[in-house]
């Protein structure tokens, strides 16, 4: 069984950058640097939406204000996100298929997916 573990979520003040974690585990020897990683988040009130996704086998993907970069020695996927504003506010969340592609059309068709960490950019 595969789980992803979300962390590193916390309270930033505006225009600041936070780094968050996603940590995936699964039988003995599992590795996830040939997956797809998909970093997701759902604000209150709205719907979840998608972020980012590094694919598999790519130590690291940028688009607009947020990168994903893995370290494969570790075995985690991180999130970075800068300028952070107050609509940034949500509950973000990784989940993979166990592919290789990005292809995966919405957060409710992957496989596994993480319970998620907090991220709150407040003054």
């Known amino acids: 069984q595969v789980q992803l573990v979300e962390s590193g979520g916390g309270l930033v003040r505006p225009g600041g950058s936070l780094r968050i974690s996603c940590a995936p585990s699964?039988?003995?020897?599992?590795?996830?640097?040939?997956?797809?990683i998909g970093w997701f988040r759902q604000a209150p009130g709205k719907e979840r939406e998608g972020i980012l996704c590094?694919?598999?086998g790519a130590t690291g993907t940028i688009k607009d204000r947020f990168a994903i970069d893995r370290d494969n020695v570790k075995n985690i996927i991180y999130l970075q996100m800068n300028g952070l504003t107050p609509e940034d506010t949500a509950t973000y969340y990784c989940?993979?298929?166990?592919?290789?592609?990005?292809?995966?059309?919405?957060?409710?068709?992957?496989?596994?997916r993480g319970q998620g960490t907090q991220v709150t950019v407040s003054s």
């Open positions: 699964g039988p003995s020897g599992f590795t996830s640097e040939k997956y797809a």
């Open positions: 989940a993979t298929d166990l592919k290789d592609r990005c292809d995966v059309p919405s957060y409710s068709d992957y496989m596994y």
């Open positions: 590094i694919s598999g």
